[in-house]
C-alpha cells in the first residue's frame, strides 16, 4: 500500500504519504518490519528470538500510539485501533514464549545433570 500512496496518490495512505519526501519513512519502516518478520519466521525456539520479536512489536505498538493521529487522517482508525491491539497482543505472546523457553532451557540442563530444578 505504500508504493501506490506515494507515486500515484492512490490508497487510504495517499493523504499522508502527498506530502514531499514523506513516504521513505513508510517504505523504509514497512520493509524492516518484513525482513524481521521473515527472519522471526524462520528463527529457532531460542529466548533471543523471543526477546527480539518481542522488542519489533513492542516499537511498532509505541510507535502507533505516540502518531496515532496518523490514523485519523485517511479515516483509518478502527484500523489503527486493531493494528495497535494486535501488536501488544504479540508484546505479551513473545514475553511468554521467552519465559517459556527460560524454562524449557532450565529443564533441560537439569535433565542432563540429574538436578532438580525449582520453577
Known sequence: MDIPGIYLGRGPESHILSAPYAGIGFLEAHGLAFIIGALLWRAGTERLWHIT????????????????????????????????????????????????????AKLGNSAKSGAQVSL
Open 53 to 104: 520479536g518481542l522488542s519489533a512489536q513492542a516499537l511498532l505498538g509505541i510507535c502507533n500510539l505516540l502518531f496515532r493521529k496518523i490514523f485519523a487522517a485517511p479515516g483509518s482508525m478502527a484500523a489503527g485501533y486493531v493494528f495497535t491491539s494486535l501488536h501488544w497482543l504479540f508484546v505479551i505472546l513473545q514475553f511468554a514464549c521467552a519465559l517459556n523457553s527460560t524454562v524449557a
